[in-house]
Each structure stands twice: as C-alpha cells, then as structure tokens.
C-alpha cells in the first residue's frame, strides 16, 4: 500500500537533496524518487561559491543569487559537518602571453590585484600579478552529496503526495530546455599545495583547479553544448591535464584518478526557472551555477511550499 506524503521529489541530485533535507527540517513529510541518482550532476562539478568569477559571463540576478547563497553556505555547512570547504576568496592568473585576458576580467568584476605568490606559495615564482576575488568560496562536492544523500535515504519511495517537486535536470521534458556537457579530472597530487581554488585565464581553455581532501583536486574547464553523456574525450583531457601542468609542474607526477562526465541543465537564456502547473513544481535550468546559487533556490522553493500546504509548518 502506498504512503501519501505532503511532497514528493522527482530527482535525487543536489537540488533535490537540499529540498529533501530543508523540508523535512520544516517539519514537511517527503518522499523521493530517482532511476539514477548516481548520473546526477552534483557528482561532477568543483562546486565553487563563486558568484564574483561567475559574473564575469552571467546575468546580474545569478550574481545577486550567488551572493545571497554565501550565507547559507555557512550556516548550512556548519550545521551538516565534517565537509570540506573554505571562503578565502578564488585566486585568479594568467600567463604572461594572456595579460589581456585579465585586464578584461578585472573590467567586469569585484576583484583586487594581488601577487599570487602571497596568496598561494606553491605558484611563487611562476606568476607575478593575480587578481583576488574575496569572499568567495568552496566545498566538497562529493562529501556533501553523500552526507545529503545519507540524511535523506529512508525517504525514498513513490507514494502520492499533495504537491509534486521536478528536480530531474537535464532528464527533464520541458520546452527551451537544453543539456551542456561538463568534463572534470580528479587527480591525486600531494606535491601540489593549493589552498583555494585557482582560475587560470586563457584564450582556448579557461581552467580551474579547486581543492580536495589529502591533496586532491578537482580539475575543470570543458563546457560542450552537448547532451552526450559518453566517456571524457582524449582532446579534452590533453587539454584539462595540459593546462594544470602550466599551473604548477607539480601535477605531472598526479595520478589521474577519475575523468567524469556531467551534463548540466540550462534554458536558452542561462537562468534557472522554478514554476508551478497546479500542484507541481519544476525546478531546473541552474546550468553551471547549481551549487552557488542552490541554497536560495532551495529557500524559495520551501517557502512557496510550506505556504501551499497552509502555512502549517514552521520555516
């Protein structure tokens, strides 16, 4: 016999783990489904808190929604434990042939010029000039989706609910909705010493390197309008593993202990669409900007719910 609940969430990725975890701490009673919680998206990404950086490229309301989300992030964290993250700023640098490359950066966005050498001892020597955006920040990807994931697992079923939450990203049918492929490396590198995360500019791979536990780290850059979720390419990796090599020589002697595969839901303008049809809600199109602006996503989406429901839970 099924289980009526109040709300029942399609989709187990990170935004429907935060939604699983935010409502039942409102005292909502909720239900999950999910074919393949394993392809989520949230697996892949560096999961940078970087809505500085990100202006760069996105509107001002992703900007104002990055920016909303730090706060959240803070408290959240300090409430789940025990995961990695860190809000010491994104350190940003290029090679001297790109110089360009960050006088426009700088043009577009709140930073502060710096030596990279003070900021990150492990790239003294090899650049000179950088560009500081405070404030910003990052977290363990993988370590929060499982303590997510653990919080919510006797959640899981397919009962009927009151209200019914899309959360199903790029397996999502809906109109203007497109995939964008994202590839990272996962390379162990103990003799790499990065303590924040590290964009480097460049013409034909703009790169990030973003850090893990035990001299781990996340190594990304590719985006590819693409809904192929087939293995990382050779091009791609050459290209991934090239460019963190330029960063440091360090990484030469990594081992490579992944190369993952993501794909991303975006609408052609690039922002995120949360809307109600009756008594369903879809959530979707946060593109790349899933983990900096989820939590007030997240926030919204409990408010609107909580509302409908009749105000009978405490939010």
Request: hydrophobic fraction near 40%.
């Amino acid at each position: 016999m099924s289980t009526r609940t109040e709300v029942h969430i399609r989709g187990f990725g990170l935004m429907g783990r935060l939604l699983c975890w935010r409502l039942k701490k409102a005292g909502v009673s909720i239900s999950w489904s999910d074919p393949s919680p394993e392809r989520a998206a949230g697996w892949v990404a560096a999961a940078m808190l970087a809505p500085k950086a990100e202006a760069v490229l996105s509107s001002p309301a992703i900007f104002a929604m990055g920016n909303a989300a730090l706060p959240l992030w803070q408290a959240w964290l300090s409430e789940l434990g025990d995961i990695q993250h860190g809000f010491t700023g994104t350190l940003v640098v290029s090679h001297p042939q790109d110089q360009g490359l960050m006088v426009d950066f700088s043009r577009r966005t709140e930073c502060e010029p710096c030596q990279a050498g003070d900021l990150e001892p492990a790239l003294a020597g090899r650049f000179g000039r950088g560009l500081w955006l405070s404030g910003e920040g990052y977290l363990d990807n993988s370590a929060l989706m499982h303590r997510l994931g653990a919080l919510g697992s006797s959640d899981q079923g397919s009962g009927e609910a009151a209200i019914i939450v899309d959360c199903t990203g790029a397996a999502a049918e809906l109109p203007g909705l497109r995939a964008v492929r994202g590839e990272v490396a996962r390379l162990h590198a103990p003799e790499v010493t990065l303590t924040r995360p590290v964009r480097l500019l460049h013409p034909r791979y703009p790169l990030y390197i973003v850090p893990r536990p035990d001299g781990r780290y996340v190594v990304g850059a590719t985006e590819i309008e693409s809904r192929d979720h087939s293995p990382v390419s050779v091009q791609s990796a050459l290209e991934l593993l090239s460019a963190a090599h330029s960063l440091h020589p360090g990484f030469a002697e990594a081992r490579i202990e992944s190369l993952q595969v993501g794909l991303r839901p975006a609408f052609t303008d690039n922002e995120p669409r949360l809307t109600w049809q009756g008594n369903r809600l879809s959530i979707n199109g946060l593109y790349r900007h899933g983990f900096m602006i989820g939590p007030v996503l997240a926030e919204r989406a409990v408010s609107d719910i909580t509302a409908r429901l009749g105000g009978r839970h405490v939010h």
